[in-house]
């Protein structure tokens, strides 16, 4: 079946710096591409989708790339801060169909 | 304020004792899902349901049921939980030509 997966569980980082976290999934009839944050104790929050003929988005400090030839999706978040610690998880979806969650990675932003 | 709610937020119950986690949301969304989450496992979707009275298997249905009489509720029901069913509960809506979902705060269910 289709699977997503995230390629590190944890990431730390300063702050000021960029975060990369990356994605890879199998189902390549998936037509778009989430990203969501978790914060302790809360439920997932929306961060930025991506449609599946479309190779980067970009939206306020973040940024997704997708490429397909590699089934690789990544989020780029900009000048890290220590509010951007949480756990992100990619997602995909076919129209019509369940939304796939990836397993999570952990981002730790150190001040 | 625009939100999902999720009753009760924790519930301990015991094996077989059927139960209902209620959702509700004050969007006006037509698509409700719900998930569950366990340590290494992620979110995994347990049944979706695109507008009232329309309702689809997720990834994990099995030993749960929905309905959705109402566009802005949609509640879980475990008929005869079992221990296997303690999870981390979230409940989602959003509108049809949106892929932002809107998650609510979570019900953490333990089944002794």
Redesign the interface.
């Known amino acids: 079946g289709e699977s997503v997966g995230l390629h590190l569980p944890t990431l730390s980082v300063q702050e000021g710096d960029n975060s990369i976290i990356n994605c890879a999934y199998s189902n390549s009839a998936s037509d778009y591409f989430i990203w969501y944050k978790q914060e302790s104790g809360k439920g997932p929050q929306f961060i930025i989708d991506i449609r599946s003929n479309m190779d980067k988005r970009q939206g306020q400090r973040v940024t997704v790339l997708l490429n397909k030839t590699v089934k690789h999706l990544s989020l780029q978040i900009a000048a890290t801060q220590p509010g951007d610690s949480a756990v992100y998880f990619c997602a995909e979806n076919q129209a019509g169909t369940a939304l796939i969650f990836g397993k999570g990675t952990t981002l730790s932003v150190s001040s | 304020e625009a939100q ?1 709610t999720q009753n009760p937020r924790y519930l301990i119950t015991v094996t077989g004792k059927k139960l209902t986690v209620t959702c509700s949301q004050n969007m006006n969304h037509e698509y409700m ?1 719900w ?1 569950r989450q366990d340590p ?6 347990i049944y ?1 349901s ?1 507008n009232v009275e329309v309702t689809d ?3 994990v249905p099995e030993g749960y049921k929905v309905s959705r009489k109402e566009k802005r509720n949609f509640p879980l029901i475990l008929e005869s939980p079992s221990p296997n069913q303690t999870s981390l509960y ?1 409940c ?1 809506s959003r509108n049809t030509g949106s ?8 019900t953490r269910l333990t089944v002794l």
């Open positions: 999902v899902s998930y290494g496992l992620g979110l995994r979707q979706y695109m298997k997720g990834d979230f989602a892929n932002e979902q809107f998650f609510g705060p979570g």
